[in-house]
């Protein structure tokens, strides 16, 4: 529909450069985190910093990633299809990232301080719900997977991003001890998505 609007010159454009862009973009804040770690500038805490960070952007690309869905039944464009695994694998990368840097940092790599955090406080118990998840879509996200469990059932596992994102945003509620706003707008923005679809899937 409006991929057929960009005809010519500018949609083989489009076509061509939407991803490689699309990639590009999705590093930028990987890119700032580095530049402001070399010059020393992630505040009084660096570690503190760089693991919420990384976890504020988890979870706006697993957001951006959800969109894309939403955007397409809107827009009626449907080049934009094209971007919804890459977006989805660069959540976990930054999902990664920030359990990591937390693992990794702050607790040295040490599992069995890790598993009594994971025991002794209720909002990484529900962290780490959603990573069990993302490990599971992140695994499951070629093709060649697709292709092994059939469609019908890679799909309906795939639907447990919506999961994963609830738990992320009562995961950052949980976490923030003052401040709220910005988790209650995750909240807002994720059930928005999700009532685009319900609504779409229900006409």
Known sequence: MAEAAAPGKFGTVLRRW???AAFALSLIP?????WRAAG???GANPI???TRYFGDWALRFLLIALAVTPVRILSGWAG???LRRMLGLFAFFYVFLHV???????LFFDGALFIQEIIKRRYI??????LVILIALAATSTDAMAKRLGGRRWRRLHMLVYPAAIAGVIHYYMMVRAGFME?????????????????????
């Open 18 to 20: 939407l991803k490689p």
């Open 30 to 34: 990987f890119a700032v985190w580095a």
């Open 40 to 42: 020393g500038d992630l």
């Open 48 to 50: 503190e910093a760089t």
């Open 80 to 82: 934009i299809a094209r």
């Open 100 to 106: 990591m840097s937390y693992v990794g940092l702050d």
């Open 125 to 130: 118990t529900v962290g780490m719900f959603a």
């Open 183 to 203: 988790p209650l707008t995750y909240a807002v923005i994720l059930a928005g998505l999700f009532a685009v679809r319900t609504l779409k899937k229900s006409r």
